[in-house]
């Protein structure tokens, strides 16, 4: 079963992802991870890829498409995979539908978890991180013991700059431009599913694993 995830950022398509990853004992893949994986292990792809990051260029389309594809024919991917944070774009989609044209393949879901963008924000800004270990939690959802304190660590819980209203708006305005696209592109390929992602985590995953099939 071949699967991608949409939704904008802080929609929680990354955690469905994981789950659904477990429940269908398929790999989860983000290109963040095939990225540091390439990148760790010296791989021509890699130290291309590095070139452009360290440079603050964003990877070229072939590059990021090489690396994926070569990551979907491990054996590990026999049975199908979950993809997070890829396509972003149309041509990333086109290419990878016709990547896997050629392998006589093709993606069987492209689940659209589904939030209005006040609830994205609101959800966002209520994050809170622990620099110094990395726990993550949220003011209403899953609060620290004591305010603004880690629970690990003991250290001071910040707001960070990626999830402050202003930054959260930004990028949910280049969704908008860039990813929102892929919507109608996976619905004209007939394998767009949507779920309403407002709704309780275990909720939401209830509803995908009743369109994957459970």
């Known amino acids: 079963m071949k699967i991608i995830m949409l939704g904008a950022p802080g929609a929680g398509k990354g955690t469905q992802a994981k789950k659904i990853a477990a429940k269908y004992g398929i790999p989860h893949i983000s290109t963040g991870d095939i990225f540091r994986a390439n990148i760790k292990n010296g791989t021509e792809l890699g130290l291309k890829a ?3 990051m360290d440079a603050g260029g964003l990877v070229p389309d072939e590059i990021t498409i090489g690396m994926l594809l070569d990551r979907i024919h491990q054996a590990d991917c026999e049975n199908g995979y979950v993809l997070d944070g890829f396509p972003r774009t149309i041509p990333q989609a086109e290419s990878l539908t016709e990547a896997l044209k050629k392998n006589g393949e093709s993606i069987d879901f492209a689940v659209n978890v589904d939030v209005p ?8 800004s209520g994050r809170r ?17 004591k305010e603004g304190v880690c629970d690990a660590c003991g250290q001071e819980l910040v707001l960070r700059e990626d999830d402050k209203p202003k930054t959260v708006k930004k990028r ?40 994957l099939g459970a």
């Open 172 to 211: 949910l305005d280049v969704y908008h431009d860039q990813t929102q696209p892929l919507i109608d592109y996976y619905k004209k390929e007939g394998v767009l599913a949507e779920v309403d992602g407002t709704k309780d985590m275990e909720e939401v995953f209830q509803n995908i694993a009743a369109i």
């Open 117 to 124: 963008d006040e609830n994205i924000i609101s959800r966002m």
């Open 50 to 52: 590095k070139s452009y």
């Open 129 to 145: 991180a622990c620099l110094n270990c990395g726990a993550t939690y949220h003011i209403v959802y899953n609060a620290p013991k």
